[in-house]
């Protein structure tokens, strides 16, 4: 068989779909299976094949041209899907209501895919828990998935990621290169949105006190190459080690430098996921433009701060009139406080524990 996966995104939404995407193959474990992807979805963005590459999970990716209004472009892509000859094709891509899902159906039933799996309203819609809590975007991918074995999201076996021993060794040589070995917080300050940015003043400070608290615990930077000089002015309060790795490594290298730091702090973004996916706990701190829960690590031990305020769910990128009222209202010590809590403790959380604050 040929089956087809259509998903657009960067880092943090592939680490997300990895649940989704181990349950395509094991539901068609002998099958070829194609991803139909942007390379990238920006200039920043990590890509699929960063990410997917030699997983066992995709073996061949196809271009979609993101935001084209070039008809001859969407004709050229619809010909060539349909030389090869799909024989089915699983939606993963983000819900963008009705009428744009049954146009991607139509789009694809075009294609000559007779097949096509996650493209009912009822697959797409966020669902809320009890609670309130919006279920988790690695949930709603698998509820797309008919017959899906069920997944605990709360254990790292979900993510199924997999790190090379070419990607631990790169990682083992630049952090004893620079002295340092597990004894190190791992921080990404940096997001491509900036209605999720803590700001550089809130970090400065951040990294100030911890220092003092914690001297001799080393910090390691995260990121892409354009935050790599905010990040050399923060990183400047820190007293003890400093690596900055932001633009030097490969997703999968930032991975495995990851997966050695005793904690991850850093805003709802790639790199926090990417610490999520390889088991490390993280201190994340999240605006409210996306419902609580929607967005927030997989995994068990991680601490949470998000403020609900009456402007929630907002979806913007760009925050004036409100002035990014919910992630401003977190404060240097409610983060020093969770911060605190994780490493003065001698147990691991069995569970995850997600932090809600409310106005």
Known sequence: MRILIYRLGSLGDWCV????????????????????????????????ISILDNTGLIDEFIAYPVGTRNPWRLLSLLVNLRRSKFDVVVNLAAWRGATKTKRDATFFYLAGIRERIGFSPVDGELNYQADGMAEPEAARLLRRIPRSQ?????????????LTDSDRQWAKQILTASGIDTDFIAVSLGTKVPAKDWGEENWCGLLKQLGQRYPKIAVVFIGAADERERSQRCGA????????????????????????????????????????????????????????????????????IYHKTDCYGCGLDVCTEQKKKCILSITVDEVISTVKDILDSSTVAKLSHLRILRN
């Not at 649940?19 to 194609?34: G, T």
């Not at 999968?252 to 996916?277: K, N, T």
């Open 150 to 162: 069920p997944s605990d999201l709360t254990s790292i076996e979900s993510y199924g990621f997999v």
């Open 237 to 304: 309060h820190w007293p003890s080690k400093v690596l900055n790795l932001c633009g030097s490594c490969t997703p999968r290298q930032s991975a495995a430098v990851l997966a050695r730091a005793r904690l991850f702090i850093g805003h709802d973004s790639g790199p926090m996921h990417l610490a999520a996916a390889v088991g490390t706990r993280c201190v994340a701190i999240f605006s409210a433009r996306a419902p609580a829960g929607q967005w927030f690590p997989l995994g068990a031990g991680h601490r949470v």
């Open 17 to 48: 779909a990895l649940p989704a995407l181990r349950a395509v193959r094991q539901r068609y474990p002998e099958a070829q299976i194609a991803l139909l992807t942007n390379f990238p979805v920006a200039a920043r963005a990590a890509s699929a």
